[in-house]
């Protein structure tokens, strides 16, 4: 919620012209003995905490026409003493006036940095519909630096036939060289989730996207889900924490591979692939994919959110009511220490939506060839992805 603030007129500062009041309230309690011309100046002094260069300028006017007449009133205005008063109020307004230039010019580059931040972090984890094929979808995204949301967190969910595919992940380290590596993970589940035959051929995309990155250590968590219309979930989990399926009869439970997967862009290490689940919902049924922003929250006893237990909280409203309870009841349990950042994604399953044909290899795995990926022409050398495929 924004501050209230006193508001400003062209020519005038309202927070300004009060304490100008308030010294000529104050100069008239004290009597004709003891005047307070000099502190008159105060007027700019504050108008340039917000106000532009006009309103410093109008209130320096103010204050000096406020000086002048009480200086009459006193019949000192032609003396020395209110000379040099009014001299300070004008050499005081020349300079709250040039402060306030300064602070008008910080204040447009900030904004145009929040703007870029936000753009930037809104292509990382854009607005969903609320309805996506047999699914309703709610998602939240929360940075832990309120002046600075780009971060390496980040999902996605496209429509394919008969289904949905949906995508959520968390980049290494944070910051535009997070933000960098998200959006080409980003970039390539977007062009090829519609299109690929297989869920697994669109990890192999997003992990082949960023071995062709500059970047150095890159590696991304991720989880890569496919929802048909009958209920048949697959998951493919790269190192990422797993999603909680809330049964619509009651009952929560993770949804964990038989087998832990590698991170994306790890490929060298280990065999590379990504661990494997598959999962059959009901109507009513909904899944909570998230970032480990969300269960690593602490409390001021260093206690982890205990997510499992108040998976209760993603039933009886509708999602998009959940993923907000959710949020308050984390911030209740983080407070004074604050949440990291975290996407979350909270998926309600609605029920077969009659005869439609499921994405083709949908659930299954389908055999990739170098060739069809393109790694004949691709400039990665020595690449582990393709001397898995060729295993």
Not at 14 to 31: K, M, R, S
Not at 261 to 285: C, F, I, Q, S, W
């Given at each position: 919620?924004?501050?209230?603030?006193?508001?400003?007129?062209?020519?005038?500062?309202?927070?300004?012209?009060?304490?100008?009041?308030?010294?000529?309230?104050?100069?008239?309690?004290?009597?004709?003995?003891?005047?307070?011309?000099?502190?008159?100046?105060?007027?700019?002094?504050?108008?340039?905490?917000?106000?532009?260069?006009?309103?410093?300028?109008?209130?320096?006017?103010?204050?000096?026409?406020?000086?002048?007449?009480?200086?009459?009133?006193?019949?000192?205005?032609?003396?020395?003493?209110?000379?040099?008063?009014?001299?300070?109020?004008?050499?005081?307004?020349?300079?709250?006036?040039?402060?306030?230039?300064?602070?008008?010019?910080?204040?447009?580059?900030?904004?145009?940095?929040?703007?870029?931040?936000?753009?930037?972090?809104?292509?990382?984890?854009?607005?969903?519909?609320?309805?996506?094929?047999?699914?309703?979808?709610?998602?939240?995204?929360?940075?832990?630096?309120?002046?600075?949301?780009?971060?390496?967190?980040?999902?996605?969910?496209?429509?394919?036939?008969?289904?949905?595919?949906?995508?959520?992940?968390d980049v290494q380290g944070k910051?535009?060289?997070?933000?960098?590596?998200?959006?080409?993970?980003?970039?390539?589940?977007?062009?090829?989730?519609?299109?690929?035959?297989?869920?697994?051929?669109?990890?192999?995309?997003?992990?082949?996207?960023?071995?062709?990155?500059?970047?150095?250590?890159?590696f991304a968590t991720a989880v890569?889900?496919?929802?048909?219309?009958?209920?048949?979930?697959?998951?493919?989990?790269?190192?990422?924490?797993?999603?909680?399926?809330?049964?619509?009869?009651?009952?929560?439970?993770?949804?964990?591979?038989?087998?832990?997967?590698?991170?994306?862009?790890?490929?060298?290490?280990?065999?590379?692939?990504?661990?494997?689940?598959?999962?059959?919902?009901?109507?009513?049924?909904?899944?909570?994919?998230?970032?480990?922003?969300?269960?690593?929250?602490?409390?001021?006893?260093?206690?982890?959110?205990?997510?499992?237990?108040?998976?209760?909280?993603?039933?009886?409203?509708?999602?998009?009511?959940?993923?907000?309870?959710?949020?308050?009841?984390?911030?209740?349990?983080?407070?004074?220490?604050?949440?990291?950042?975290?996407?979350?994604?909270?998926?309600?399953?609605?029920?077969?939506?009659?005869?439609?044909?499921?994405?083709?290899?949908?659930?299954?795995?389908?055999?990739?060839?170098?060739?069809?990926?393109?790694?004949?022409?691709?400039?990665?050398?020595?690449?582990?992805?393709?001397?898995?495929?060729?295993?």
């Amino acid at each position: 919620m924004k501050n209230p603030r006193m508001p400003t007129f062209t020519y005038l500062d309202c927070g300004g012209a009060w304490a100008v009041l308030g010294v000529a309230l104050l100069d008239l309690v004290l009597g004709e003995e003891v005047r307070l011309l000099a502190l008159y100046a105060v007027g700019p002094v504050v108008a340039s905490a917000r106000g532009r260069v006009p309103a410093v300028a109008g209130t320096g006017l103010f204050a000096a026409v406020w000086a002048g007449v009480l200086a009459y009133h006193d019949d000192v205005l032609a003396s020395p003493r209110a000379g040099v008063s009014l001299l300070a109020i004008a050499l005081v307004t020349a300079v709250a006036a040039a402060a306030a230039r300064v602070r008008q010019g910080h204040e447009r580059g900030h904004a145009v940095m929040r703007d870029v931040a936000a753009t930037a972090q809104d292509a990382l984890a854009p607005p969903v519909p609320e309805t996506v094929g047999p699914v309703h979808i709610a998602a939240s995204y929360e940075s832990a630096a309120d002046a600075a949301r780009i971060g390496g967190d980040f999902y996605e969910v496209v429509p394919v036939r008969g289904g949905v595919r949906v995508l959520i992940g968390d980049v290494q380290g944070k910051g535009l060289r997070a933000a960098g590596l998200a959006a080409a993970l980003l970039g390539a589940f977007r062009e090829y989730a519609a299109v690929s035959p297989s869920l697994e051929e669109v990890g192999v995309r997003m992990s082949c996207a960023l071995a062709r990155r500059p970047d150095d250590e890159r590696f991304a968590t991720a989880v890569l889900a496919e929802l048909t219309s009958d209920g048949r979930m697959s998951l493919l989990n790269y190192g990422h924490p797993a999603p909680l399926l809330v049964r619509a009869g009651g009952g929560a439970e993770w949804i964990e591979p038989e087998r832990p997967g590698m991170p994306l862009g790890l490929d060298d290490l280990a065999d590379g692939r990504p661990g494997r689940h598959r999962e059959v919902l009901h109507t009513g049924d909904r899944v909570l994919f998230h970032t480990d922003g969300l269960a690593e929250a602490r409390d001021e006893g260093g206690r982890f959110y205990p997510l499992g237990a108040h998976s209760g909280l993603l039933r009886d409203a509708p999602v998009g009511r959940c993923l907000a309870r959710m949020r308050e009841d984390v911030h209740r349990h983080a407070a004074p220490c604050g949440a990291d950042d975290s996407a979350l994604l909270l998926l309600e399953f609605e029920g077969p939506a009659g005869a439609v044909g499921a994405p083709r290899g949908a659930g299954a795995h389908v055999p990739l060839r170098t060739a069809e990926l393109g790694c004949d022409v691709c400039a990665v050398r020595d690449c582990p992805i393709a001397a898995r495929l060729r295993a």
